[in-house]
């Protein structure tokens, strides 16, 4: 290789490194905040929810070491939880200015996802309902390793809450992982849509 093409090559590299540094999507991590109304759940169902969403970060891509809360997507994720539901609109629509949250997941009555969601219309942030998750289908093997993993983690059968927190987390997965990151907003929302029930673990 001559000196040119190795100029040409370095400074190659050297674009790539910086785009990635200046892109967090790229460079391997993304922020998920959950919201989950005090309101209407019980402070047992609320950690259910959040223990469901963290078993699914901890499934794939981990490795020693690691500083983020676990993995979806193949990428490093973040987790914020916002539980306070009087605040909780408030407390989101700061973050969000800020820039913080790439993907907001609202869990509650259906009231509450709708009031919540009108707060992200306008931003970068794409929001995911937890959809129908399949655990009512336990014959299914995803739903009876989740039940096993679940059981093994936590010490007691996962309640319908857990299933909600996991199944919004492997939507996730599946989302970020079908685009490398979570750049593009309109294809991530397209797959919430899509794994929005008929979803299978």
């Known amino acids: 290789m001559n000196i040119r093409k190795k100029a040409v090559s370095l400074f190659l590299s050297l674009v790539g490194v910086v785009v990635l540094a200046s892109n967090p999507a ?31 970060t901890a499934e794939r891509d981990s490795h020693p070491g690691q500083e983020s809360d676990g993995h979806l997507g193949g990428l490093d994720v973040y987790v914020t939880v916002i539980d306070e539901l009087g605040r909780a609109p408030a407390d989101a629509a700061r973050l969000v200015t800020r820039g913080e949250f790439d993907i907001v997941v609202v869990f509650g009555p259906e009231e509450t996802p709708n009031r919540i969601g009108r707060l992200f219309e306008d931003t970068g942030v794409a929001l995911l309902l937890p ?13 009876a390793a989740f039940s096993s993993a679940y059981e093994r ?9 857990a299933a909600q927190g996991y199944n919004a987390a492997r939507r996730i997965d599946v989302a970020v992982r079908a685009q490398g990151g979570t750049d593009d907003r309109a294809s991530l929302l397209r797959t919430f849509k899509e794994t929005e029930r008929d979803f299978t673990w």
């Not at 922020?31 to 963290?54: C, D, K, S, W, Y």
């Not at 998750?133 to 336990?138: K, L």
């Not at 983690?153 to 809450?161: K, L, M």
């Open 26 to 56: 790229l460079a391997h991590r993304f922020n998920v905040a959950l919201v989950v109304p005090r309101a209407n759940l019980e402070t047992v169902q609320r950690r259910h929810i959040q223990e469901g969403f963290m078993l699914a």
């Open 131 to 143: 959809g129908e998750p399949p655990f009512f289908e336990p014959d299914l093997p995803g739903v």
């Open 153 to 161: 983690e936590y010490g007691s059968p996962p309640s319908p809450q």
